[in-house]
């Protein structure tokens, strides 16, 4: 019984004439939850072309799943308005996209189910972690989102009004410049691999930028002109 036969992952056998003990999928089988017999709820592509349509119909349920799974998966980096503000770039992660802008406004549904699945640049994919409804549900958001940040009076219910997100950052105590495009603060570092220098970011921003308030230290010495520093050790 201690002993028994059996097969440990990616290891060799000589049971089987091609020596492997990972078998092949059997033809003309499915395993289960594998069937994607509904292509386009899978990939966001049509005839390999980015689709512009929901696989299913969006209710308001749909809406707040997407705003609850946004919120969980994607806020650290596009933040909760999504102009790619999050925590994790206010800390130095590469700069996340906005969703503000005019190509991925007028973007295609499948494009941003594409790049969640599979992700984009320096973004990871999410195929793992939400599942293909979700990433769905989240596409309606981002739709919703966008919308939200061009709303004129027109487009909301009586007795609500539209508010500016520069006006929403300054009630909730944000930097001024939050609503605005993103730009990397002197103060970040790019690439930090062990025992070789930190490079700072080339000079696509001269000045401090939007959002970067709260990361650009008080003592002033962030200004200064220096591209390199020497870690501690
Ligand atoms: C770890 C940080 C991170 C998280 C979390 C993250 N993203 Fe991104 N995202 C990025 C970065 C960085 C880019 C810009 C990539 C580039 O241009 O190289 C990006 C770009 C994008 C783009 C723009 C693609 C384009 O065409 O320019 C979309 C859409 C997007 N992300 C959607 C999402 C969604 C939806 C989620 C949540 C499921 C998410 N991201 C979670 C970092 C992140």
């Known amino acids: 019984m201690h002993d028994q036969p059996k097969f440990f992952p990616q ?5 089987y004439a091609d020596g492997r003990s990972v078998r092949p999928q059997v033809e003309n089988t499915v395993a289960r939850t594998q069937l994607h017999e509904d292509d386009y709820f899978h990939t966001g592509l049509i005839n390999g072309k980015e689709g512009d349509g929901m696989p299913y119909a969006v209710n308001l349920q749909v809406l707040q799943r997407g705003q609850e799974r946004y919120n969980v998966y994607c806020t650290p980096c ?16 590469a700069p996340a996209g906005n969703f503000h802008t005019t190509r991925l406004e007028s973007a295609p549904l ?3 189910f594409h790049v969640i699945t599979n992700g984009y640049g320096a973004m990871p994919d999410y195929a793992s972690q939400v599942t293909p409804a979700d990433r769905w549900a989240i596409v309606a958001y981002i739709k919703a989102l966008q919308l939200s940040q061009k709303a004129t009076q027109a ?17 909730e105590g944000l930097p001024a410049g939050f609503a605005k495009e993103w730009v990397l603060p002197p103060t970040a570092v790019q690439g930090t691999p062990d025992g070789q220098t930190f490079v700072l970011p080339s000079t696509q921003n001269g ?10 230290p008080s003592t ?4 200064s002109p220096a591209r ?5 050790q």
């Open 220 to 223: 002033g010495s962030a200004a």
């Open 78 to 93: 596009h933040s909760r308005v999504g102009n790619g503000a999050g925590m994790i770039v206010q800390r130095g992660y």
């Open 155 to 171: 487009d909301v219910a009586a007795g609500s009004h539209v508010e500016s997100l520069s006006e929403i950052a300054e009630h």
């Open 207 to 216: 000045t401090s930028g939007a959002g970067s308030a709260a990361a650009t």
């Open 11 to 15: 290891r060799g056998t000589d049971f």
């Open 110 to 112: 499948g494009h941003f």
């Open 228 to 232: 390199q520093i020497t870690p501690k």
